[in-house]
């Protein structure tokens, strides 16, 4: 059965910086892509960020990319965020996910694994 648990998630002021992990069991983690996702209260799950199973390929929303970091440690079984200048508009819980597959995808339902979720507050 796999599992995904985030941790890294908190409270910081506009410009700050968090790093989330996302630690993964039950599988091969090396075979798989994964996926990082938020949801903004009153909002849908969006895509934030995706990795493929190698690490060689990455991918960004908009709205996050040049202070966003998506990384991977196929011999610890983790995947990262690295978040960097935050804004208040980044105030999500913050999932980790992982398909069936070598690559991401941008949709939510295209997961079939997903973490609990971390909060992720950022104030002005």
């Known amino acids: 059965q796999v599992q995904l648990v985030e941790s890294g998630g908190g409270l910081v002021q506009a410009g700050g910086s968090l790093r989330l992990s996302c630690a993964a069991s039950?599988?091969?983690?090396?075979?798989?892509?994964m996926g990082w996702f938020r949801q903004a209260p009153g909002k849908e799950r969006e895509f934030v960020a995706g990795?493929?199973?190698?690490?060689?390929?990455?991918d960004y929303a908009d709205s996050v990319k040049g202070r966003f970091t998506i990384s991977r440690d196929n011999a610890k079984n983790t995947v990262f965020l690295q978040m960097n200048s935050l804004k208040p508009e980044d105030t999500a819980i913050y999932y980790c996910?992982?398909?069936?597959?070598?690559?991401?995808?941008?949709?939510?339902?295209?997961?079939?694994?997903w973490g609990q979720g971390t909060q992720v507050t950022v104030s002005s």
């Open positions: 990795i493929t199973w190698s690490g060689s390929n990455t």
């Open positions: 996910a992982a398909p069936n597959s070598v690559s991401y995808y941008y949709t939510p339902r295209k997961y079939n694994y």
């Open positions: 039950g599988r091969t983690f090396s075979n798989y892509a």
